[in-house]
């Protein structure tokens, strides 16, 4: 399985694509329920420990991502809570939400980058899917922002993990 994965940056747009082996119908439930986000969400060593999920539109996704992973020190024990604020929804196409930072009550941090995000997801035959995910930033200093932050290391393992949640899955594990 490749593990091939486009990160582009545009003036205020982060575009992210990558194919998945599962059908788009799977690939999109996987995001959007919480029973399988809580097995791949989040860099290698991070656990999703908070996954509350109402998938409409004016719904939200509240989590928190821990590190559990001792070898990242900085980091380890350490909380990165989120809430993200849904859009619009045209399953298993497509839908838009708003990413924040929060904290654990889901109030929103307004002092960090908020993508307004759409994710697409474009059936390739029955059996793969392609994801393309566009965040676009307030301005290309936000956008900066998260790229200083680590985005491409952070989303690239959380879709590598998707990749083996799908497998596994599909295989029956």
Not at 16 to 28: G, H, Q
Not at 78 to 103: C, L, N, R, T
Not at 130 to 153: C, F, H, P, T
Request: charged share 25%; net charge negative; proline share 3%.
């Amino acid at each position: 399985m490749a593990k091939e994965m486009l990160v582009k940056a545009e003036g205020r747009e982060l575009i992210l694509e990558r194919v998945f082996n599962a059908p788009r119908e799977l690939v999109f439930r996987a995001f959007t329920e919480a029973e399988h986000l809580k097995h791949w969400w989040g860099a290698r060593g991070w656990t999703l420990t908070h996954c509350e999920i109402d998938f409409r539109p004016g719904g939200s996704w509240h989590y928190c991502m821990k590190c559990t992973d001792s070898k990242q020190e900085q980091f380890y024990g350490f909380e990165s809570w989120g809430k993200a604020i849904f859009h619009e929804i045209h399953a298993p196409e497509w839908f838009v939400y708003v990413d924040y930072f929060s904290d654990a009550e889901g109030n929103l941090s307004m002092d960090m980058p908020a993508p307004t995000t759409t994710n697409r997801f474009e059936a390739l035959g029955e059996s793969r899917t392609k994801l393309i995910s566009r965040g676009v930033y307030e301005s290309e200093e936000a956008l900066q922002k998260v790229i200083a932050m680590g985005i491409e290391q952070g989303v690239t393992e959380t879709w590598d993990r998707l990749a083996e949640h799908l497998e596994a899955i599909q295989s029956g594990n």
